[in-house]
Nanobody
Framework: VQVVESGGGLVQPGGSLRLSCAATGFTFANYAMSWYRQCPGKERELVAA????????DYPDSVKGRFTISRHRTNPTIYLQMNSLKPEDTAVYYC?????????WGQGTQVTVSS
């Protein structure tokens, strides 16, 4: 199983980015995928999660109304649309696949919000 994130980069405050995460190497229909982030000096935190049937979790207050998780209709691929980015959103963003009660992590993608 492989989990690969993409789409990070440098963006100015107020800007937008869209992260993608593709999972390959498995064939089970039921799974969940999620986005976490780890800000400098802080613990990794859950940002958003979605199941293979499209059920999403609530967002933490820090990103609510600005971030949106979505999924590809048929492939195990998810996206994180991030709008109105703030410097405090600077972090490494990780994607996690959960299938058959096992977790598979991507290597992460850096998002830097700075002017």
């Amino acid at each position: 199983v492989q989990v690969v994130e993409s789409g990070g980069g440098l963006v100015q405050p107020g800007g937008s980015l869209r992260l993608s995460c593709a999972a390959t190497g498995f064939t089970f229909a039921n799974y969940a995928m999620s986005w976490y982030r780890q800000c400098p000096g802080k613990e990794r935190e859950l940002v958003a999660a979605i199941t293979s049937t499209g059920i999403t979790t609530d967002y933490p207050d820090s990103v609510k109304g600005r971030f949106t998780i979505s999924r590809h209709r048929t492939n195990p691929t998810i996206y994180l649309q991030m709008n109105s980015l703030k410097p405090e959103d600077t972090a490494v963003y990780y994607c996690k696949l959960r299938v058959l009660q096992r977790d598979f992590w991507g290597q992460g993608t850096q998002v830097t919000v700075s002017s």
